[in-house]
């Protein structure tokens, strides 16, 4: 079962911040929050990932809560592109190489121009 | 830059038809790699991951089977097709560095049983 909690669907406005929260409350001291997003008929797409501290890069932001309990992925500037289902993975890398990624039903976001 | 491949992109096969579907690996060595399947309108599955050259281990007991003949390839098979086996799947690699590393998924094969 995942071990993360998302709305099931949101919707933003073309041009406007996309904000995804994911609840994880049950997080462990080494595991890590990963974001992945699936367009329709597609495999998953890698987003961003971090541990404890926000993280940015040329897609999205990550900010995590200062528990960990709960995280926000930012989508700066949503494009109808963005439309997809976005996931959110709790994962202990220490286990690399028998980690499987657990996702859940996700949030379907929709862009809308 | 390391990119994956995964064919065929569909595929329909008749219940008792073997199968074979392959992913490579390119711009990288050692990876560890996964096959995963996606049942319409539900999460992804992991089916079997590979940490080396003929080394497979199976998350879910199946008529479905892994091979790794060499060390960006990715091979799964079946003998016979039954029906409840139609899904999309999904090949991913990573990483093997001990870290915080992604998987990274191909852009999958949607089999159709008939």
């Known amino acids: 079962d995942a071990k993360t909690t998302q709305p099931p669907s949101m919707d933003c406005a073309e041009g406007r911040a996309a904000n995804l929260p994911c609840n994880h409350s049950?997080?462990?001291?080494?595991?890590?929050v990963y974001w992945y997003r699936q367009i329709h008929s597609q495999g998953p797409q890698y987003i961003i990932h971090g541990l404890k501290n926000n993280e940015t890069n040329e897609m999205a932001s990550l900010i995590i809560t200062e528990d960990r309990k709960s995280s926000t992925l930012i989508l700066p500037h949503a494009t109808l592109r963005d439309t997809a289902v976005y996931y959110c993975i709790v994962s202990d890398p220490r286990n690399s190489g028998n980690t499987p990624l657990v996702f859940g039903k996700g949030t379907r976001l929709s862009v809308i121009a | 830059s390391q990119t994956i491949h995964q064919w065929p992109a569909t595929l329909v096969q008749p219940v008792g038809s073997p199968l074979s579907l392959e992913c490579t690996v390119e711009g990288t060595s050692n990876p560890n790699l996964y096959w995963y399947r996606q049942a319409a309108g539900r999460g992804l599955q992991l089916l079997f991951y590979?940490?080396?050259?003929?080394?497979i281990s199976s998350e879910v007991p199946q008529n479905l089977s892994a091979s790794r003949p060499q060390d960006r390839q990715f091979i799964l098979s079946s003998k016979k097709l039954l029906l409840s086996d139609s899904g999309f799947y999904l090949c991913?690699?990573?990483?093997?560095?001990?870290?915080?590393?992604?998987?990274?998924f191909g852009d999958g094969t949607r089999l159709s049983i008939l």
């Open positions: 991913a690699w990573s990483v093997r560095n001990p870290g915080a590393q992604p998987q990274h």
């Open positions: 049950t997080i462990s001291g080494n595991e890590y």
């Open positions: 590979s940490v080396g050259i003929g080394q």
